[in-house]
Structures are given as structure tokens and as C-alpha cells.
Nanobody, 124 residues
Framework: QVQMVESGGGLVQAGGSLRLSCVVSGRTFDNFAMGWFRQAPGKERDLIAGVAWTDSRSYYEDSVKRRFTIAKDVAKNTMYLQMNMLKPEDTAVYYC?????????????????WGQGTQVTVSS
């Protein structure tokens, strides 16, 4: 059974930084895409960053480019999201998620496995 467990959320002032972690377990993750989604109140849950588990492909949504960095440590079965220059509009519940894939491009939808979410609040 696949498990994905996030940690690292919290309250931070605008301009600050946070690092989220997601520990994954329960199977091998060859040919998997791993991603970070976020959902603000009243809005849809959207992919903001993704990484292929076994190669260098990655994806960033435009609003987080040059501020957020996705990383992975395959040996530790852990994915990270380093968030810098945080803005109040980054306030949301952040989820890690995973899915198998075989396309050249990183998938933006169809994620099958989900963590429980961690709250990130950015004060102005």
C-alpha cells in the first residue's frame, strides 16, 4: 500500500522560506511522477511542481518558477519542495502526490496516490 506523508508546513512571513518534505513508501517508484499540489480555500487543487522519480524531468507552474525548487532523494524515498520568497497568495494546503507515467512530458493530472496535506500560511 502506497503511503505519502508530508511535513514542514507552517506560518511564515511574506518573503520567508519553508521546506516541505514528503516520504513515500509501499512500492518501487520506477517510472513514477511525483508532484506537489496546492489548494487554497474556494479554489481547485493544482499541480505546482513535479519531478520524475528516476530521471531529471521536472515541471513548474509559472507562478512558482524561480521561487520554488522541487528535489528528491531516491535513497531516502523523500521528495522536497523548497519554497523561497513566499507570498500571501501562496497560502494553501500543500499535498504531495504520485502516479505512474510513460509520456515524454510530465503529467499534470491523473495523480493516483496522495498525502494528507500540510498547511502553509504566509502572512503579509
Amino acid at each position: 500500500q502506497v503511503q505519502m506523508v508530508e511535513s514542514g508546513g507552517g506560518l511564515v512571513q511574506a518573503g520567508g522560506s519553508l521546506r516541505l518534505s514528503c516520504v513515500v513508501s509501499g512500492r518501487t517508484f520506477d517510472n513514477f511522477a511525483m508532484g506537489w499540489f496546492r489548494q487554497a480555500p474556494g479554489k481547485e487543487r493544482d499541480l505546482i511542481a513535479g519531478v520524475a522519480w528516476t530521471d531529471s524531468r521536472s515541471y513548474y507552474e509559472d507562478s512558482v518558477k524561480r521561487r520554488f525548487t522541487i528535489a528528491k532523494d531516491v535513497a531516502k524515498n523523500t521528495m522536497y519542495l523548497q519554497m523561497n520568497m513566499l507570498k500571501p497568495e501562496d497560502t494553501a494546503v500543500y499535498y504531495c502526490a504520485g502516479r505512474p507515467f510513460s509520456t515524454p512530458a510530465m503529467p499534470l493530472t491523473g495523480y493516483r496516490y496522495w498525502g494528507q496535506g500540510t498547511q502553509v500560511t504566509v502572512s503579509s
